[in-house]
Nanobody
Framework: QVQLVESGGGLVQSGGSLKLSCAAS????????AGWFRQAPGKEREFVAA????????YYTDSVKGRFTISRDTAKNTMYLQMNSLKPEDPAVYYC???????????????????WGQGTQVTVSS
């Protein structure tokens, strides 16, 4: 079993930056595809970014390309989401997730991810 714990959320001004972390425990996640999703109030949870379990392949939803960067540190069993140039449309609860089955291309579907964190709140003030 894998447990995921997000941290790093908070309040930031529009145009500012935040770095989210997701620590995995239970077993190493080095071979799993990893992703970030978000859910804003009244909206469905949506895909944000994913990183391959092997190599350095990444995949982003269009709205965050060029602003967000997903990465992972296998030695620390931790994944990250660096968020720059935050916009008023970015506030949400951000969730990290792991997929036991690697896919090519990387998946942006929630159904393909097996383990989920509890979420961390990101708020952007204008």
């Amino acid at each position: 079993q894998v447990q995921l714990v997000e941290s790093g959320g908070g309040l930031v001004q529009s145009g500012g930056s935040l770095k989210l972390s997701c620590a995995a425990s239970g077993r190493t996640f080095s071979s799993y595809d990893a992703g970030w999703f978000r859910q804003a109030p009244g909206k469905e949870r949506e895909f944000v970014a994913a990183v391959s379990g092997i190599g350095r392949g990444t995949y982003y939803t269009d709205s965050v390309k060029g602003r967000f960067t997903i990465s992972r540190d296998t030695a620390k069993n931790t994944m990250y989401l660096q968020m720059n140039s935050l916009k008023p449309e970015d506030p949400a609860v951000y969730y990290c997730a792991l997929a036991r089955v690697r896919r090519l291309p990387l998946s942006g579907s929630q159904r393909d991810y097996d383990y989920w964190g509890q979420g961390t709140q990101v708020t952007v003030s204008s």
